[in-house]
């Protein structure tokens, strides 16, 4: 469910009428992450590492309320769920758009992911919740290393968006760099900051 609110009725008032018509209004942060554990699972219970880390970044977002707000056009937007974008290579060998609700539940997030991948996949069909979810843009660059990604202000898609590349060994741990960019009007530095430490704590938590 989706609803327009009045910035002056909201905690982004001052940021909606700074960054609103700003020439860009994007702000990108880099980060390395421990994801030592996300590769643990994945080949412990089977499961994608893609999958895994989309799900740590719905239950990171899930708790700070400036996810469930976006600008869009020029309203303000509020949301009352979240879902994740995975990128999917289709049967024509092309890249599809793929969104997973954000389910509390792994096994549950689990099912539906690989529900939805496949049908992507196989219809080359984009699969878009914008309609009714705030929705975390990802891509993963894995087929090749980067030392960091900046994602394209298009002054459209205005949602945040994750870009990450394969991840490295060093010694018996495992790191993953990745780039977090936000719409200043939605968030604030401080917000985009406990959000990746939350999502740090996420995947330790798994």
């Not at 989309?54 to 708790?63: E, L, T, V």
């Not at 056009?73 to 060998?93: C, R």
């Not at 394209?152 to 994750?162: A, D, K, L, T, V």
């Not at 760099?177 to 430490?197: E, K, N, V, W, Y």
Request: hydrophobic share 40%; net charge negative; with cysteine.
């Amino acid at each position: 469910m989706t609803k327009e609110v009045n910035p002056e009725e909201t905690t982004r008032a001052q940021a909606f009428e700074l960054w609103m018509k700003a020439p860009n209004p994007m702000v990108t942060f880099f980060k390395t992450i421990d994801v030592t554990r996300l590769v643990k699972v994945s080949k412990r219970k089977g499961m994608k590492f893609n999958m895994l880390l989309d799900y740590c970044i719905g239950r990171a977002a899930s708790s700070i309320k400036e996810f469930y707000l976006l600008p869009v056009g020029e309203q303000l937007i509020q949301y009352d769920s979240i879902a994740v974008n995975t990128i999917v290579k289709n049967k024509d060998g092309e890249a599809s758009s793929c969104d997973i609700l954000y389910l509390e539940d792994l096994d549950e997030f689990n099912r539906q992911y690989l529900k939805n991948t496949t049908q992507v996949a196989e219809t080359c069909q984009d699969l878009d919740l914008s309609d009714n979810c705030m929705v975390i843009g990802t891509s993963a660059i894995v087929n090749t290393e980067i030392d960091g990604a900046v994602g394209m202000y298009s002054g459209i898609f205005n949602n945040p968006f994750i870009i990450w590349e394969r991840y490295k060994k060093k010694w018996f741990r495992y790191y993953l760099p990745i780039s977090f960019q936000f719409h200043h009007t939605q968030m604030d530095g401080a917000h985009a900051g406990r959000f990746l430490a939350n999502l740090q704590e996420e995947i330790n938590r798994l």
